[in-house]
């Protein structure tokens, strides 16, 4: 199939395409192939024939669902750990303290690909933030004035060459110049002023090499992906348009030897960008018209392009209503030279293939569509819109049936949750001052100056992920596998007290995942047994499906907090997941307002709250890390955004005493764009993520003159690195310039989940110590 009415100079754009697919594998192949590599249980070849296998069975998976093999529909976009981080590595765009990783040519060896995601013994790692509105993080490259800018890696080459020799012709895709250079940060040397985008023109100088050794290898078509062109960020919107404008020019420019080019732009909306990007020269545009909405009709150059048009959702789960959507496609037949039809954005946001789901309820199993079913949606759709819908009728049917049952089924819309939501009122959402909780507080704890505690999580052993195996497969006892949860806790629970830490955790033996654990225990969710999609690098998570109206049946963690803070008379912090992380980290419902969903988790976490709160337990945690990652992408919708998100958190924490300590925790993300939403939250303790970022955040909790306790991250736990005392005393002494001492915290960046003993015991036992040292010293100087 080719789009219709594609202009003649122009190769011909597929029907039917996808902006991207998922790249683990669907059993993880390339997650244990990556960290077989690491452990150094196999060599660099291996990995790399790993990898190779992956993407050939990829290619052949999506031909057979009806891609084309012969027309660059299927598209090639593999990572060994993340895109950003391949198109910095391209550019040869590495750090110093990487330099010796880098050979004479400018290229890089899959081991110091790695040191550079991961970091190595006192190098720390590229720092690592969330990619738009999505739970993926990427790194974030450093660029300084003089960073190396040339072609340094022809992977994507390689693999185009690869996929060619097996008889598919791909469509390459990059992270495109603009978004690169939008995602940086400047290197730690780089001058006052300096922005990343200075260096453009040499960034496209290498793309445009990159591209004609593309079209020499006989590559058609090109995708460069610009979804920074959706969002509003620092730079102002006409220097980003300038930098299209002029990075396009370079790359179309006549006699250019090169591909053709997609320039993809999802997660969002174009609006003001939309003439900028339809007067450039490329040959289509792919957009989101899920979150975005289509140009107007009669936009100069774009009745040259073809418009690929991203009716099926790749952020989400839900099938799509294939009539509604064909609907919509024929409204835009004409605004453009030529129609393709395509997902939303990259579908590595969502599983494999929902038949993989034997465990799962049919009838809910009907309403779903994962990555495989998608690529069926858009071709079924791309058919229809060629050859009518006589030729898709059945399709169309089968679709609008399996909406209507998802509409009446029990448990989407149940009466007592709605009316309890309703009855709200302002009161329940507010708790006393801060103040004269902190003096209650202080009294029942009595906690030094400087407190230490970790974020919730301890490291998930091979003997707990073997008794959970067990027990899920029914060959070890309930009985038996709490008795092993419960030894494990008191291991932890020792461990702490042996390091000397100041405030507890049961570490959160028991919990598959922070947000799984919680789906299994609430009414209105599922939970996949194979559902895995990347969050970063080899890290992989099962998203739950939250699908109905949500309620808490009974307890879900008293009696394990319970059981840990018995055993010692420190205080054991109570563990919960937000509201809105919930949401972020599940495929979340599509056919009622998020501020609801928000409100209903948000009630069963208050009763959850006022249970631990009657049963003894003094300080109780409720995580909100996905806090920045649901914020809008433009600025004008983030307001309605975080007065339902703050109000969700708020609405599950206000019911206690004021004695009772709630902390929150926050991580990798910018939270200098919801600093004041953070100090709405009205926690009495924030720890944020901050070490990776070398304490970037304190500019910030400065300017709002954020006063109640917070605790700055002081070692990065996302790295297998072991920081020593001087670092963290480093960090902690930067944290203490800032941060009035009184309302300080000492903690690592996130939960230990994913670390092992070896790293994490001597990093604890240096926190505890630089916490000592430093707090010695501010009480010294305090005595003067």
Not at 605 to 629: S, Y
Not at 683 to 712: H, K, N, Q, W
Request: proline share 6%.
């Amino acid at each position: 199939m080719t789009a219709t009415g594609q202009p003649s100079t122009t190769p011909a754009f597929p029907a039917a395409t996808i902006l991207g697919y998922p790249r683990i594998g669907p059993r993880r192949e390339l997650k244990r192939a990556v960290e077989a590599f690491w452990a150094g249980k196999t060599d660099a070849a291996t990995l790399e024939q790993s990898a190779a296998d992956l993407r050939r069975r990829t290619r052949e998976r999506l031909a057979e669902l009806g891609l084309g093999r012969d027309d660059a529909a299927i598209p090639s976009a593999h990572s060994f750990y993340d895109q950003v981080l391949d198109a910095a590595v391209t550019l040869g765009a590495i750090p110093d303290r990487f330099a010796d990783l880098v050979g004479a040519d400018g290229e890089i060896d899959l081991a110091g690909y790695f040191t550079i995601a991961r970091g190595e013994g006192q190098r720390a790692p590229l720092e690592m933030t969330k990619w738009f509105d999505s739970n993926y993080h990427y790194l974030v490259p450093e660029i300084g004035p003089d960073t190396p800018i040339r072609l340094a890696s022809r992977r994507a080459v390689t693999e185009f060459t690869e996929a060619l020799a097996d008889g598919v012709l791909t469509r390459p895709v990059l992270v495109g110049p603009v978004t690169f250079l939008l995602l940086s940060k400047p290197a730690s040397d780089a001058p006052a002023g300096f922005s990343p985008l200075d260096r453009l023109a040499e960034v496209t100088s290498v793309y445009a090499e990159l591209l004609a050794e593309l079209a020499a290898a006989g590559a058609t078509w090109v995708q460069l992906d610009e979804p920074a062109l959706v969002a509003d960020g620092d730079v102002p919107a006409d220097v980003v348009h300038r930098a299209v404008t002029e990075t396009y020019a370079t790359l179309t420019a006549d006699g250019a030897a090169r591909p053709a080019i997609l320039l993809a732009a999802p997660y969002g909306d174009l609006g003001a960008a939309w003439p900028t990007v339809a007067a450039t020269g490329v040959e289509a545009v792919a957009i989101d018209l899920v979150k975005g909405s289509a140009p107007a009709a009669g936009l100069a150059g774009l009745e040259t392009k073809t418009l690929v048009a991203g009716v099926v959702d790749g952020h989400n789960i839900w099938r799509a209503d294939l009539a509604g959507k064909l609907d919509q496609l024929e409204a835009l037949t004409g605004t453009a030279g030529a129609l393709a039809v395509a997902t939303s954005t990259s579908l590595f946001h969502v599983p494999h293939d929902v038949a993989d789901e034997t465990a799962l309820d049919p009838r809910l199993v009907s309403w779903l569509a994962f990555a495989d079913q998608k690529v069926t949606e858009v071709v079924t759709l791309a058919t229809g819109l060629g050859s009518g819908r006589d030729a898709v009728a059945d399709a169309l049917a089968t679709a609008t049936a399996a909406l209507a049952d998802r509409a009446q089924a029990p448990g989407v819309a149940e009466p007592a949750v709605r009316e309890r939501t309703a009855g709200l009122t302002d009161h329940d959402f507010h708790r006393g001052s801060h103040e004269s909780r902190k003096a209650a507080q202080q009294q029942r704890l009595g906690l030094p100056l400087l407190p230490t505690t970790t974020i919730g999580s301890f490291p998930q052993t091979s003997d707990i992920r073997v008794a959970r195996a067990a027990h899920a497969r029914g060959e070890l006892s309930t009985e038996a596998y709490e008795e092993a949860m419960r030894a494990e806790i008191a291991r932890v629970v020792a461990l702490q007290e042996e390091i000397g830490l100041d405030v507890l955790v049961h570490g959160e033996a028991e919990r598959n995942d922070m947000v799984q654990y919680f789906a299994e225990l609430l009414d209105g969710f599922a939970v996949t047994q194979h559902g895995w999609v990347q969050s970063y690098g080899s890290r992989c998570t099962r998203p739950s499906i939250l699908w109905g109206d949500v309620s808490r049946p009974e307890p879900m963690t008293v009696r394990w907090t319970t059981y840990a803070q018995s055993l010692t008379p420190k205080p054991v912090k109570g563990m919960l997941t937000g509201p809105v992380t919930i949401m972020a980290w599940s495929f979340v419902r599509d056919d009622v307002p998020l501020g609801e969903t928000a409100n209903q988790i948000g009630l069963a976490l208050r009763d959850e709250l006022a249970d631990l709160e009657a049963a003894g337990v003094a300080v109780i945690q409720v995580d909100e890390p996905a806090l920045r990652e649901l914020l809008p992408l433009r600025k004008a919708d983030q307001p309605a955004y975080l007065d339902w998100s703050v109000k969700s958190f708020t609405l599950a924490t206000s019911g206690v005493r004021p004695d009772t300590q709630v902390h929150t925790h926050l991580c990798y993300s910018e939270f200098g764009e919801v600093i004041s939403a953070i100090d709405a939250l009205d926690a009495d303790v924030t720890s944020i993520e901050a070490a990776r970022s070398r304490m970037e955040i304190l500019p910030e909790l400065t300017r709002v003159g954020f006063s109640r306790g917070v605790g700055p991250g002081v070692y990065d736990i996302h790295s297998p690195r072991v920081p020593d005392t001087a670092e963290i005393t480093e960090l902690l002494e930067l944290a203490v310039g800032s941060v009035d001492p009184d309302v300080l915290w000492v903690n690592p960046d996130c939960g230990l989940k994913t670390r092992g003993y070896a790293e994490t015991t001597p990093s604890l036992e240096h926190l505890v110590a630089a916490a000592r040292e430093v707090r010695e010293r501010v009480a010294a100087t305090a005595a003067l």
